[in-house]
């Protein structure tokens, strides 16, 4: 099955509290968002952001412009519908694949790019260079990046996919030396049927000035 069936299925199959990577309050993600002090014109993007409360949260904050990417038009819709959208903010939503950009490759710079359990879906190298040339194409220079996902001792499959397990050091090796590790934690998440799922969240900020290296793909 496509993988964008796969998601949209996902979404058209359950009540969305009742998926497994169901949060109904964001504040690990929150925590690392805050320490990044925006101002709150500042562009942040949720990429494979589902039907997630961050959007919410961040909006009832007074953040005012967001960008919510994701492969499941589903998913988009259901945000799209519960999202209130206070007057002077702008939610751009679109249907894209970070591993096939089209929109999202053009969308403008990016202020804090947000991902809570996408990146560790990825478990082919090209999806994964893919992401990360997006990446960094559109973080600005002294922008910031949020990443959580399995950690290494986290669940080996999700959704009935295989994912790829990171630790804090991954990711920074991953991102490239163009970007510093600024703090990172372990959270035991715990789904709706009770289970535990490990991950590592962390920020990382794009060095301000810093020239492109070898290292990275761009
Ligand atoms: C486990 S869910 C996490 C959703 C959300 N970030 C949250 O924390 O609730 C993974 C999300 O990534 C999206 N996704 C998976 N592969 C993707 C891709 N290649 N491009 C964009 N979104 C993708 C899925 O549709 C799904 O909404």
């Known amino acids: 099955m496509e993988i964008k069936e796969h998601w949209e ?8 509290d009742q998926l497994g990577w169901w949060e109904e309050d964001p504040s690990a993600s929150l925590q690392l968002i805050q320490r990044c002090e925006l101002p709150l014109q500042g562009h942040i993007l949720d990429i494979g952001c589902g039907a997630s409360t961050l959007a919410d949260r961040l909006l009832e904050m007074g953040y005012t412009r967001l960008t919510l ?21 702008t939610v751009k939503f679109i249907q894209d694949d970070i591993t096939q950009p089209e929109a999202v490759w053009n969308i403008p710079e990016i202020d804090l790019w947000h991902d809570r359990a996408v990146l560790h879906f990825l478990v082919d190298e090209t999806d994964r260079q893919m992401y990360r040339k997006v990446l960094h194409h559109r973080v600005r220079d002294g922008g910031y990046v949020c990443i959580a996902a399995f950690s290494l001792e986290g669940a080996k499959k999700c959704s009935g996919l295989p994912v790829k397990n990171y630790s804090a050091q991954t990711l920074a090796e991953f991102l490239g030396n163009t970007f510093r590790l600024l703090e990172w934690f372990p959270y035991v998440y715990y789904q709706p049927s009770g289970n535990p799922r490990p991950y590592v969240y962390t920020l990382f900020q794009r060095i301000p000035g810093k020239q492109k290296t070898e290292n990275t793909v761009d």
Do not use: F, H
Request: glycine share 4%.
């Open 69 to 89: 990417v994701d492969i499941s038009q589903t998913a988009l819709d259901t945000l799209k519908k519960r999202l209130v959208i206070p007057e002077g903010a």
């Open 9 to 16: 299925k996902v979404y058209r199959q359950k009540p969305i």
